[in-house]
């Protein structure tokens, strides 16, 4: 089978079906970063929203680095006093934004115990920024849980990332096997110049036949 024969159409297809991919990513604040915290013996606020709103007073709020935590991880703040006191905490930070309509999406890494196994970052992604992000200052308001007052921990630890479309389609930097003539066409892996996701088997076709098997992430992939 002759390979080169079949590679100009192959590319094209793939090269439409990533247009824009991968967008570029910021972090708008890093996991360990300090929050304003308050125990939950009572609520903030009187049980309304108010103390999640950016002009609430919090200045006589506590503060620590994250992880906010007892019985689980390391590092951090200590709250030595939860455990059979009370179950709720909650977290206010600001973070800033110098140009919020550049972003299209938003991901909110969290790490925390209780109902929930430490160590494994659960990602929420949340969408439509455009619609609650505003230039400059912002805030992010997180309330915690703790499945009973007796439970053995507690943690909460918090990352957020920014991405902003990325207009420029992923290049292709390598074949393998390289374009020419081949007396058995079992895989090709396809290199890009950077990282794609969104990919599936039959995003390459051969012959008119699409791939029916996929392996590989970040810039490598290969299609049986």
């Known amino acids: 089978m002759k390979l080169k024969s079949i590679t100009a159409a192959t590319l094209l297809f793939l090269a439409g079906a990533w247009l824009a991919s991968e967008a570029n ?8 970063a300090k929050w304003s915290y ?6 903030p606020s009187g049980g309304d929203l108010e103390w999640a709103e950016p002009d609430f007073d919090d200045s006589d709020w506590p503060s620590g680095a994250s992880p906010i935590r007892y019985g689980d991880g390391n590092g951090g703040t200590v709250i030595g006093d939860m455990r059979n006191t009370y179950s709720t905490m909650f977290f206010r930070r600001t973070f800033t934004v110098p140009n919020p309509a550049q972003i299209s999406a938003l991901d909110l890494l969290v790490d925390y115990d209780d109902s929930h196994e430490s160590g494994n970052v659960e990602t929420f992604a949340l969408a439509n920024p455009g619609q609650y992000l505003v230039d400059g200052k912002n805030l ?12 053995s921990d507690f943690m909460m630890d918090a990352e957020l990332r920014s991405y902003r479309p990325d207009k420029s389609p992923p290049k292709v930097v390598s074949l393998n096997p390289p374009p020419g003539n081949v007396s058995l066409l079992r ?15 039959d995003d390459l076709w051969l012959n008119g036949d699409p791939a ?6 970040n810039k490598s992939w290969t299609f049986t």
């Open 25 to 32: 990513a910021d972090t708008l604040f890093e996991s360990g």
């Open 38 to 43: 308050y125990k939950g013996n009572d609520h």
């Open 140 to 151: 992010i308001a997180i309330m915690g849980f703790n499945i009973n007052l007796t439970s």
């Open 187 to 201: 895989e090709i892996t396809v290199r890009f110049d950077e990282q794609v996701t969104g990919v599936d088997a």
């Open 212 to 217: 029916v098997q996929l392996r590989g992430g």
